[in-house]
Each structure stands twice: as structure tokens, then as C-alpha cells.
């Protein structure tokens, strides 16, 4: 186990980890006790800087290790879901931190919880107000970079090696976003698709890994019979 520091303050949390193990993000504390965005590398730990605010913390990391994405506040105080890059891509420029945006009626809040790894496509949720969800899809090609939203009352945390499998949560149950015809993508039940032996329900679906036509998701369920939350490893289609 390595100690990765921290940014000059008491702690940090190591989210994300690129394909070979180079490049590691998360946050960590600064000296004046704000939680910074950090990736590191070589035993080195940079900050990633925020939208003008103070805080951000980084999530997810693509497979090469240069393009990064979590939630940094802006100048009002707001989180909002960020894409920071450290080659020239369709989402940023080098060393750029990026506001992904939200949607007009989700203006509280927004933040990007996974990356695909080429870092074309980005996954999350933005938030109103009222603390409502909507999970979010970003992808690259866009001038306008406007999210592409995936459904209400959900959020989208792991998204496949190819950007077209992603996973999450709606109403409380762990679904997967599947391709249709075109651009379309249509939300299923996990728990509705397969046979469960020991949970009463798949809950939340947290990370999804691809490997040729091996589909593998983890997340967590509710088994009634020893009333307890227990991870789950399901292997889909």
C-alpha cells in the first residue's frame, strides 16, 4: 500500500485508476482545508483547479490516463460536471478544465461520475432544486457539448470500454442503458432480465466492464432473506 499525500491539507480519497495503473484521480485537501481535484502520477499529486469556486473532486479517469472527469464548483458555489484533459480532444483543450453543463430545468447542480475509455463519452446526473435527479450523457462532436438526457429520476455512474453501455440507478432499482436504432437508448431493469438467487432487488449499478461480448456489472442489491445490502456481480446478456 503507498501513501499518494495530499495537496498540503490532512486527507484524500483516490477514486479512479487508468488502465495501467499510471494515473490515479480523486481529492484531496489543500492548505486552506478545501477538497481539490488531483490527479497523480510519478508519485507526484496535481491539482486540477476548479470552475472559480473553491472544491471539486474527481472521479473517473479514461483508459490512457488523459482525460479526467468529476465536479468542480463555479463562481456562484454551484457543483457542475467537468471534463479536464491534458491532450487536445473534442472536449477540451490541453490542460483545460471544462464545464460540461446541465440542463436548463436541472440548473442546480451537475456531476460526471464515469468515463468510456477512449474519454469520448461522459456519464452522470444533474440535479434542480428540488433535488430532483436526471441522469446525463455527454459525448464528443457536440459544438454546443449540451448533455443528452437518458431519463428522469435516475443516475448514470459506470459506462462500457466503448461508451454504449452505461449503468446506474432510476426509482431505486440498478438498470443498464442500452443502443437502439440510431441514436436512440432505451433503459432496462437489471433485476428484471435475469434470475436473481440471492437478492430480492438490484439497487444501484455502480461500474460495467466490457471485454469482447463479456459484459460484467457490479453495484449492490437488498437480499430480504438476511435483510442486508450485499454487492452483487452480474454477468449481462
Not at 446526473?125 to 455527454?138: D, E, F, I
Amino acid at each position: 500500500m503507498q501513501d499518494l499525500g495530499t495537496l498540503g491539507g490532512d486527507e484524500s480519497a483516490a477514486y479512479g485508476i487508468s488502465a495501467n495503473g499510471d494515473v490515479v484521480v480523486g481529492w484531496a485537501e489543500d492548505h486552506n482545508k478545501r477538497r481539490r481535484a488531483f490527479y497523480w502520477q510519478g508519485g507526484n499529486m496535481y491539482d486540477l483547479g476548479t470552475l472559480g469556486g473553491d472544491n471539486s473532486e474527481a472521479y473517473s479517469v479514461s483508459a490512457n490516463g488523459r482525460v479526467i472527469v468529476g465536479w468542480a464548483e463555479d463562481v456562484a458555489g454551484r457543483r457542475r460536471a467537468f471534463c479536464w484533459t491534458t491532450v487536445d480532444t473534442d472536449f477540451g483543450s490541453m490542460l483545460d478544465i471544462l464545464n460540461l453543463g446541465t440542463l436548463p430545468e436541472y440548473d442546480d447542480h451537475s456531476v460526471a461520475w464515469g468515463v468510456s475509455e477512449n474519454g469520448g463519452v461522459v456519464v452522470g446526473y444533474a440535479q434542480n432544486t428540488s433535488g430532483y435527479p436526471c441522469a446525463l450523457r455527454w459525448y464528443e462532436r457536440s459544438s454546443t457539448r449540451h448533455p443528452d438526457s437518458l431519463g428522469s429520476g435516475s443516475r448514470a455512474y459506470g459506462v462500457s470500454r466503448n461508451g454504449r453501455l452505461i449503468v446506474g440507478v432510476s426509482n431505486g432499482r440498478a438498470v443498464i442503458w442500452v443502443p437502439k436504432q440510431g441514436e436512440k437508448i432505451e433503459m432496462e431493469r437489471l433485476d428484471a432480465k435475469v434470475v436473481l438467487e440471492r437478492f430480492s432487488r438490484l439497487e444501484v449499478a455502480r461500474a460495467i466492464s466490457q471485454t469482447g461480448y463479456s459484459v460484467y456489472i457490479v453495484g449492490w442489491g437488498y437480499n430480504s432473506s438476511t435483510r442486508r445490502t450485499e454487492a452483487f456481480l452480474l454477468q449481462w446478456g
